[in-house]
């Protein structure tokens, strides 16, 4: 059996070394020239860390982890307000909790695949064709490609997605907010951040730093905008909407890169019908995007790719592996997508008062059973892979 993925993210590499690895013919397509290098840090655990374990790449995980010791809510001063640690939240998962930066994920994935996967870059669809017994594709460099089953695994502005069901208005769940993520080298600000993750206590917006490896800092920001547009120029905007937070914020965007080195999106679900439709199926943000706020995107990336795989080796007709895959995937992604709308609020505080409660939660963490609460809340439900 041949497969196309079109997109080498999380979800489309994970597919194709698990397929690989099944005696399916892989072809990876990725519009992007290469490896792209921006993002964000992410915690991953729950389904994702138990996929990545039964596939090998564990270890090299925990090889690019980064430890964190808590996260520290600071005022314009530089003075810690509130803190929430690690700990717990790592208990909760029982210990299965590694901190990532998102495209170490996609390298370690990379690193994993065989000779035998054809990774296309700079290689995107033109035309796809769709038919009972397979899809004919036509390529952007108009080579023509036949195989069993086409998976758009191209992310949340998917192009699969577009030219198969249809228009990403239909589908995109815009949640009020822009979100961006750049790396600069900051070695006397490192040695400041530690081993925490440091959020600016703000309304409407928020900075959030932590220290890599080799003195350099990574920057995350999140702030409110009616408008889902992404503007042309990121670095312009950052300039603009951040400034005047105070403590270290001016240094961070003095060292912003130009905006083809920053990672700019709208933060945003998507909510589709059916995520498959004869021979073309959807793969992690093509079609169950979390968003952020959700706090296990990547995990669901990997694991839905994991759980897909498995299926299709399983069953007796593609077309019943989709249906198996789909069924057994979507209420999870549902429940994720509804806890990510009810954090938006407290994510980033609208108001003074929604950010003194913020402030006062965090500090009762130090409670033991809010502690035990929160851990619980951040890992929210789990599902069993068939592994």
Request: charged share 25%; with cysteine.
């Amino acid at each position: 059996m041949k497969v196309v993925i079109c997109g080498a993210g999380i979800a489309g590499l994970a597919l194709a070394q698990r397929l690989d690895t099944l005696g399916w013919d892989v072809v990876v397509l990725e519009k992007a020239p290469g490896p792209r290098m921006q993002g964000y840090m992410i915690d991953f655990f729950g389904p994702g860390y138990d996929a990545a374990e039964a596939m090998g790449i564990l270890p090299r995980l925990q090889q690019l982890a980064y430890p964190v010791r808590e996260v520290a809510s600071i005022d314009h001063t530089g003075r810690t307000r509130a803190r929430l640690t690690y700990d717990q939240f790592s208990r909760a998962v029982r210990g299965r909790l590694l901190s990532l930066m998102r495209p170490d994920l996609e390298r370690a994935l990379r690193e994993s695949l065989s000779d035998r996967i054809d990774l296309r870059f700079s290689t995107s669809l033109r035309h796809i064709d769709n038919t009972p017994t397979g899809v004919h594709l036509t390529l952007t460099d108009g080579t023509p490609l036949a195989a069993d089953l086409l998976v758009g695994a191209d992310g949340i502005h998917s192009t699969v997605r577009t030219m198969e069901f249809g228009a990403e208005e239909r589908f995109l769940r815009y949640l009020g907010l822009h979100t961006a993520a750049f790396v600069f080298d900051a070695p006397d600000l490192h040695e400041r951040i530690g081993d925490r993750f440091c959020l600016t206590e703000s309304v409407g917006r928020q900075m959030g730093f932590y220290g890599l490896r080799d003195g350099r800092v990574a920057t995350f920001t999140v702030h409110r905008t009616p408008d889902p547009t992404v503007p042309a120029d990121p670095r312009d905007v950052l300039a603009r909407r951040y400034s005047g937070l105070g403590w270290v914020t001016a240094e961070a965007l003095d060292r912003c890169p130009p905006s083809d080195h920053i990672y700019y999106d709208q933060v945003a679900q998507i909510d589709l019908p059916a995520w498959s439709r004869g021979r073309v199926a959807l793969l992690g943000d093509a079609c169950q995007a979390v968003s952020l706020l959700a706090g296990q995107g990547a995990s669901l990336a990997l694991a839905g790719a994991y759980l897909l795989a498995g299926e299709l080796d399983r069953a007796t007709t593609i077309e019943a592996a989709l249906d198996r895959y789909e069924q057994s995937w979507r209420p999870l992604v549902t429940d994720r997508q509804r806890t990510a709308r009810n954090a938006a609020r407290w994510f980033v505080p609208d108001s003074t008062w929604q950010l003194h409660i913020r402030r006062a939660f965090l500090k009762a963490t130090r409670l033991p059973v809010v502690n035990r609460y929160v851990g619980q809340v951040l890992a929210g439900k789990t599902a069993k892979l068939p592994i």
